[in-house]
């Protein structure tokens, strides 16, 4: 039984922002490390930030600057601020534990479309 699900993407123009949400479970929450995921069309899904249970975040070179993610303990709740969106952003967004090893099973996930 999924524990993670994902919500907020949308179509945005090119340099537009977008604000992702992850409801998890008490447990996920409070014992994990949690990391947005993201899917290009055609490509392999690949870790774009993580958060850990203590707050202390980390962020591929690619969305450095733009994203930010944050979690809000009180409901259990991880999020996905992304700026300056970009064509390259395009994909379906995953969020799930950290590391990938830890991980059974996926979500539905919520796509991000970016319009150039």
């Known amino acids: 039984q999924v524990q993670l699900v994902e919500s907020g993407g949308n179509l945005v123009q090119f340099g537009g922002s977008l604000t992702l949400s992850c409801a998890t479970s008490?447990?996920?929450?409070?014992?994990?490390?949690i990391g947005w995921y993201r899917q290009p069309p055609g490509k392999q899904r690949k870790l774009v930030a993580g958060?850990?249970?203590?707050?202390?975040?980390h962020y591929v070179q690619a969305v450095k600057g733009r994203f930010t993610i944050t979690r809000d303990p009180a409901k259990n709740m991880v999020y996905l601020r992304m700026n300056d969106l970009e064509p390259t952003d395009n994909g379906m967004y995953y969020c799930?534990?950290?590391?990938?090893?830890?991980?059974?099973?996926w979500g539905q996930g919520t796509q991000v479309t970016v319009s150039s």
């Open positions: 799930n534990k950290l590391p990938e090893s830890a991980i059974t099973d």
């Open positions: 958060i850990t249970k203590f707050g202390d975040s």
């Open positions: 008490p447990t996920i929450f409070n014992s994990n490390t």
